[in-house]
């Protein structure tokens, strides 16, 4: 049935259940220490950024004659704390469809109303959702310097798309939930590719231009409007990619 076939009330129904469903979600995490310590994380490695960094620069470093050495990085600080709210919300997301997957409850969700549809909303597109939410806030809070709207604008939707990302490849790549933790730590490279633009020179870094969140790093570092292009065309061919191989877990 198509999607324009489906009656509104109906709509509605699908909509409440996959709310119910991420809801559900929700309470599985907050009962399993490790899935909460890991939507705590951010929340943690911001405060240590944003009051340590510069303890740490005006108590240690100073005394060594080295002081404002990490000051013009502090711009790093902020992407890599966005990148690690995008990636953990949608990690334990991905977590949670693997370890439904090791009780083999998921053939029976996905014959309830939300169907396949609301399945990948409540686990994927919703922790993704709340992730980007929580990254427009805290980012401000927790910023080393000052950030423009626009700034925030694409951390933000890169850092979820990248989570997005790393969700579904934790699912698809993984059979159980003890490869999940460890393909997770591994796919965190994935966003490290920003960083590749500031640290590596020469043709080398050529070879990561595949990766999206490399070309948001060209963006950051001062290139064009067309690095954000290139970004958004390769997270589409990603996504496209993993969503037809997550398919293949259920169907």
Same mark, same amino acid.
């Given at each position: 049935m198509r999607k324009e076939d489906v009656p509104p009330g109906r709509r509605s129904e699908i909509m409440t259940a996959s709310l119910k469903m991420f809801g559900t979600m929700i309470r599985q995490i907050s009962h399993e220490a490790m899935m909460a310590m890991l939507v705590i994380a951010p929340f943690a490695v911001g405060v240590i950024f944003k009051f340590g960094c510069p303890l740490f620069e005006s108590k240690i470093l100073d005394r060594f004659g080295y002081g404002d050495v990490l000051v013009p990085y502090y711009d790093l600080f902020s992407w890599l704390l966005a990148m690690l709210v995008g990636m953990m919300f949608a990690f334990v997301g991905g977590l949670v469809v693997l370890g439904e997957i090791d009780d083999g409850i998921t053939k029976y969700i996905l014959v309830t109303p939300p169907g396949e549809a609301g399945y990948l909303f409540s686990r994927i597109i919703g922790p993704a959702i709340v992730s980007g939410a929580v990254t427009a806030v805290i980012l401000p809070v927790f910023a080393l310097t000052?950030?423009?709207?626009?700034?925030?604008?694409?951390?933000?939707?890169?850092?979820?798309?990248?989570? #997005?990302?790393?969700?579904?490849?934790?699912?698809?790549?993984?059979?159980?939930?003890?490869?999940?933790?460890?393909?997770?730590?591994?796919?965190?490279?994935?966003?490290?590719?920003?960083?590749?633009?500031?640290?590596?020179?020469?043709?080398?870094?050529?070879?990561?231009?595949?990766?999206?969140?490399?070309?948001?790093?060209?963006?950051?570092?001062?290139?064009?409007?067309?690095?954000?292009?290139?970004?958004?065309?390769?997270?589409?061919?990603?996504?496209?990619?993993?969503?037809?191989?997550?398919?293949?877990? #259920?169907?």
């Open positions: 000052h950030l423009t709207l626009s700034e925030i604008a694409v951390m933000t939707v890169s850092t979820v798309l990248c989570g #997005f990302v790393t969700a579904l490849l934790v699912v698809t790549v993984s059979s159980n939930k003890v490869e999940g933790m460890a393909v997770g730590k591994i796919s965190g490279l994935f966003g490290v590719t920003f960083f590749v633009p500031l640290l590596l020179k020469g043709s080398i870094r050529y070879l990561f231009t595949v990766f999206p969140m490399y070309h948001i790093g060209v963006w950051s570092r001062g290139g064009s409007v067309l690095s954000l292009v290139a970004a958004a065309v390769l997270f589409a061919v990603w996504i496209t990619v993993l969503y037809r191989l997550f398919r293949r877990k #259920f169907i």
